[in-house]
Nanobody, 123 residues
């Protein structure tokens, strides 16, 4: 399985951005898909996850109410809609997928990772 994240860029505080992540290869093995982020000099942290059907989602407290994760299984793509962005959201955003299911926030439970896309929020 290969994951390709895109959509990053520079946005002003209060603005919005949508990140898609396209999966290819053996996509039938994918269950949960998630997004993580890593700010400069910080650990990679969980952002959001979505179940295989798309009916269940899980968010970190820092983005709950501002970010929305969704997926289109026909396109093998997961999305992260980010609203009300602030400078603390500046980071490289990574998409990830696991083959066991469950809405996990632990990096170790994800089997596949994309290359990351940089989001910069200016004040």
């Amino acid at each position: 399985v290969q994951l390709q994240a895109s959509g990053g860029g520079v946005v002003q505080a209060g603005g919005s951005l949508r990140l898609p992540c396209a999966a290819s290869g053996r996509t039938s093995s994918i269950y949960t898909m998630g997004w993580f982020r890593q700010a400069p000099k910080k650990e990679r942290e969980f952002v959001a996850a979505v179940s295989r059907s798309g009916s269940s989602t899980y968010y970190s407290d820092s983005v709950k109410g501002r970010f929305t994760i969704s997926r289109d299984n026909a396109k093998n793509t997961v999305y992260l809609q980010m609203n009300s962005l602030n400078p603390e959201d500046t980071a490289v955003y990574y998409c990830a997928a696991n083959t066991l299911g469950g809405l996990s926030s632990y990096r170790s439970t994800y089997d596949y990772w994309g290359q990351g896309t940089l989001v910069t929020v200016s004040s």
